[in-house]
């Protein structure tokens, strides 16, 4: 594609660690962002929540700044500033108007470098999160996601929500983060990003000479063999709410890991079923044709040991076992027949096409290759993805479809006003029933 | 930046507007049909049917099945949805250039043999039913913000939801549909625009090909003006919530006054990240989760004067009426004074910035074009509006807060929790 020759400046630094330039963008905005290739999968177990509450404590103050001045002074270079854990990763972006960039870069060094974590303002980060977590509670669209994925994910490292529980975050102390940020943290590899329409000289100077005073000490060396989910299958949990006039519906089956070779059947397949929109076989039967629900999709992640893939809907109360049963048939029919051909060239063709739309913006380029460095993949990755893509056949689809979407280890949730359909899901497996008031978040 | 929306624009002979932008950055290009047709338009008894029809417009045509228009477009390589708004429905198409004559092509031929069965209809309603529960009946606080909006206008359309009512959504017809479609799917009540990797005179070449031979009609609707409010309203709406919540509606102007700039500076101030004073003194020090005062910037600021919504979620164990108070004072402060310089300086770098982000992706600039010509018929305005950020002043920003941000001018709606057993006396949320 005649616009896409992109040539990324990458430098390696003695450090291990590395510097990814890109010019790239419409408008005089700059995005820098720092990957640290460590996220929430190190979480110890009952401080769920540590490395993403860490993440945020960066941006909290440093030892020159309370958090009072430094986020004005982010905010008055029409910046933005955000700390965050993935599973894999960490990231802190910092983003603002291009003519800025330089004093961005200054501040992102100088949270990277000497962040205070003062006391008061983590207690009071752990006090907010609490609070957003109530909030939460009051959205069983949310509340569905956050616990089919630690349904799906149970006996993995993954098995909690990135930002913690009402009980893991009340266990973080401060020692807690002084002990990530000094002993966990020092050992990965980062790679700062940095997309500008210009990327000037001066900017990539400074950035090296930011990143050559991090000095990354010798960890013992990773492992990172497979984990898989350890829940007994199926189990349905239903999460009795009266006052719902919809219920969600969540349906989880464990996945691949991003490494396995078989991802990009696995994208492909996912796309068919449930992720391609109205030209998914979900969409089709449960919104076009019965018009049970607004929305239908699944979705898959693909994680650094393991995955999942879920099916996510809601419906009104009165047609909740109806669109389970036709969520399973529809299954059931993809994995005997597989897509038409029609249906593989045409989903084949939309990834190939697609393409520039998917990282028109620099915000959406930036998500991608983030990607592509957590898993250690290069920037070229990116866009030989297509060319894989082409190559699958219906044989690869069906096989990927019967191998995931397999009945007996679903795990299946749903929200709603329950005595209008537990009765329905009785004889279907090892059912759970239990008040929605009384789960926490 | 105004070479980002120099849009050409055309009038095609049945009134049609075309609005064209060349980007050749990359081979994709945003394909967008705006009508004049949002719940402005709509009357009680078919509140709601402009977004009904918006997905009956989905349904199938003479020749292509229930969903086929996106199947196709996405088959293609393409993106493609639409949204309804109190002012207008937009349909928009994301693809590579190279398919730009089969989404001129499809859009024209979806205006002019559209199918409206019954069975598709009844199906799309019920999909619409769920919508609504969706955005409405299961969310937190939905159904308390709906309510918001019917007790702060008492005479102009945008008193009622944009999904519509419920009941008005069970009671709707496929005839009311066909005669939504006569009264507003008219070319001269459209505007089109595209954006991106585009050559304008093939493309407006196609555009008369397939869009010339509609025809024009009559499209006139009256829009009853709001009153001015005459003194506090307030109400409470009771439901199962973990935290309680208080909503307080200004009614400012629409999107063709001056003041909506000084406007947006103000809840850029108040509640604009992290430095804005609403969290500097309610959520860091732990006296709210949330509170924030919040406009929809241009291009959807709404045509007619409208709503600046500012709302507050409790901390437990803080009473709202506390924080009420403080929230007021908070006010009266920033009337007093206005915004340091230093502070200045900041929201207006910070509304550049929102705005620039914006305009990195061609969808988006198709938008402002799109929208500030239907609303206002002239792209043109958009071309101000970095201008308009740069240019704010204090003392316009302290003159309009005076002017809209007072007790007289205001509903107010807070959220009572109560139990799920107490909820049952008043039945369930539709």
Redo the contacts between chains.
Sequence with gaps: MRELHLKPIEIHLDSNHKIFALPYGKTPLCYLAMLIKAGSEKDPKGKEGLTDLWAEGLTLGTKKKSLEELIFEVEKLGGYLEGSAGWDFTLLLISGLEEKGSNLLEILSEIFYEPDFPFHEMEKTKERRLSNLLKLKDDPSKMADRLIWIMAMEGTPYAHPISGSLSSIKNITLEDILHFHNEIYPQQRCTLFILSKEVKEVLLEKAKDTLSKLITRKGEEEKTSETTPSTPHPQILILDRPDLTQSQIRIAFPSLSRKDDRYYILKLMNYLLGGGGFSSRLMERVRSQKGYTYSIRSSFTSLKTCGTLIISTFTPTNTTYATFEEILSTIEDFIKEGPTEKELEEAKRFFEKSFPLRIETPKQLLNEIILQETYDLKFQNLFEEIEKIKKINIEEIKLIAQEILQKQKMQVLIIGNSEHFVKNFETFGNLQLMPYKDVSP | ?RE?LNFRRYILDNGLKVLILE??????LSYQVHVKAGSRFERPGITGISHLFEHMM?RGTSRLG??EF??II??????VNAFTTQDHTTYWE?V?SDQLELVIELEAHRLKELKLDEESF??????????R??RI????YGAALEELFSLAYLRHPYRWPIIGWDSDLRNLSLKDCEEYFRLHYAPNNMVIAICGDVAPEKALDLICKHYGDLTPQKCFHKIEPEPPQRGERRSVFK?????EAIFWAYHVPGIDSDDIFPLLGICECLS????SRFW?KF????KA??VRLVADPPPFWPKDPGLLILYA?E??GIPLSSLEKEIEEEISLFKEKGPAE?EL??IK??L??SF??G????FFRGLVGGIYEIKLDGFEKSWEILEKYESLKAEDMIQVAEKYLHEDNRTCIMVKSIS?EE??KFG???
Excluded: C
Aim: zero cysteines.
């Design positions: 930046m980002l980007d050749h950055r990359f081979p994709i989905f229930p969903e996106s199947k996405q088959s293609r390589g393409g993106i994301n590579p009844y199906t799309e309603r019920e999909v619409v039913r769920s919508e529960k969706m009946s299961t969310t937190p439901k199962p919530v973990e935290l604009g990240g992290r430095s500097q959520v860091h020090p732990g989760t949330e979620i901390k437990p230093n300086e900041k770098n910070r550049k910035a620039l982000r305009l990195e992706s061609l799920i909820n049952t369930l949320i539709e």
